[in-house]
Structures are given as structure tokens and as C-alpha cells.
């Protein structure tokens, strides 16, 4: 594996909301790191933290390779994506440590952007740690 296949792994997973595709990544033992003070590591923390991305609709991700070799590669990654529960709203608004979004009961829930930069790191055709740093807002 090498950055190219595994972001285009990493967009099918996170656009198809599916863990399995997600944990197919990765090492048995690899680790999954969401931000740089959190980390999932082996499928069944993956497969876990994934399942937060089915209280996301209408997901779409692109990318951009920074920098590539063998063993290792950096990726810029842009993803948009429709609020579709209450539960996710409320986890990314204690993520950001403050209600950006001023709500009142039964408003429509918001339209995300992240923007991000992710370090990976391979061996033997698997992800073996992965290292994301990005930042979220509601898309205007």
C-alpha cells in the first residue's frame, strides 16, 4: 500500500460510512490517530470510532498528495458532509469546546466542512499508523 491507494481507500470508506472497507487499511494492530491527543488501535477500536461517520449524509471527500514514498506519505483532505443526528451534532460541538452554532430545538442541523492533513505510515501493503491534524466548521 502506499498514500495514493490508501486515500482512495480511506474516500470509499468515509463516503460509503463503512468500517469494514475502513479497518481493511489497516494492520491488525495499526492505530488510527482522529487527533493528536486520541488513537484507536486494532479493527475493533477502528471499526468503534467509525461508526460515527453513519450519523453523517450526503459525505464527499477529496484529497491531495503532498508527499510520497514507499513506507510512508502526506495527504491534504477536504470533506463536506450533512449533520444527520442530534448525537453527531452534539459530538462535534464538545470537540470544538464551544456552540459555534447558535441552535434552538428542531432547527435544521448543519452542512460540515473539515479540512485537514493526514501522515501515514505502511508496511507489508497495511497502514500501520495513520496521523490526522484538521479543523471543522459549519459550511455557510
Request: aromatic share 12%; net charge negative.
Amino acid at each position: 500500500m502506499d498514500i495514493e491507494r490508501f486515500m482512495r481507500g480511506y474516500k470509499a470508506a468515509w463516503e460509503g460510512r463503512d468500517e469494514a472497507l475502513f479497518c481493511a487499511l489497516f494492520a491488525g494492530d495499526g492505530i488510527y490517530r482522529n487527533t493528536p491527543f486520541a488513537a484507536q488501535r486494532g479493527h475493533a477500536e477502528l471499526a468503534q470510532y467509525w461508526q460515527r461517520v453513519k450519523l453523517q449524509e450526503d459525505v464527499v471527500l477529496s484529497y491531495e498528495i503532498l508527499s510520497a514514498s514507499p513506507a510512508a506519505g502526506i495527504a491534504h483532505w477536504h470533506v463536506t458532509y450533512q449533520v444527520a443526528s442530534e448525537e453527531l451534532f452534539r459530538i462535534w460541538a464538545a470537540s470544538t469546546g464551544t456552540n459555534l452554532v447558535s441552535r434552538k430545538p428542531g432547527d435544521p442541523l448543519p452542512r460540515m466542512v473539515l479540512d485537514g492533513v493526514l501522515q501515514a505510515q505502511f508496511a507489508g501493503g497495511l497502514c500501520t499508523e495513520c496521523r490526522l491534524w484538521w479543523h471543522s466548521m459549519p459550511l455557510a
